[in-house]
């Protein structure tokens, strides 16, 4: 069994900043990649962000230059960081992390989700 709680979020005005943290834990042999996902209402589930083991980090266009993504692997934690924040950029975020629990078994988790709302 891997969960993957989430922390964060929040309501934050236009220009300002919020932290989001996700940590992944249980029958973990290893895990290989992180990232965030966000849904707005009406919409589909987005990719905004993911980082592998490697440290290498994929963005999605919009959101390039304002998020920064990183990852403690010792802690089994992704952390995105999302500056300059505009009123688009509500949505529930997602963690998403692509576990092994054995040397052969692996799938993919997601968390339960964090409500960011971006408003004056």
């Known amino acids: 069994q891997v969960q993957l709680v989430e922390s964060g979020g929040g309501l934050v005005q236009p220009g300002g900043s919020l932290s989001l943290s996700c940590a992944a834990s249980?029958?973990?042999?290893?895990?290989?990649?992180m990232g965030w996902y966000r849904q707005a209402p009406g919409k589909q589930r987005e990719l905004v962000a993911t980082?592998?083991?490697?440290?290498?980090?994929n963005y999605a266009d919009d959101v390039k230059g304002r998020f920064t993504i990183s990852r403690d692997n010792a802690k089994n934690t992704v952390y995105l960081q999302m500056n300059s924040l505009k009123p688009e950029d509500t949505a529930v975020y997602y963690c998403?992390?692509?576990?092994?629990?054995?040397?052969?078994?692996?799938?993919?988790?997601w968390g339960q989700g964090t409500q960011v709302t971006v408003s004056s």
């Open positions: 249980g029958s973990i042999f290893r895990v290989i990649s």
């Open positions: 998403d992390a692509y576990i092994y629990t054995s040397h052969i078994s692996f799938d993919e988790y």
């Open positions: 980082i592998n083991s490697g440290g290498s980090r």
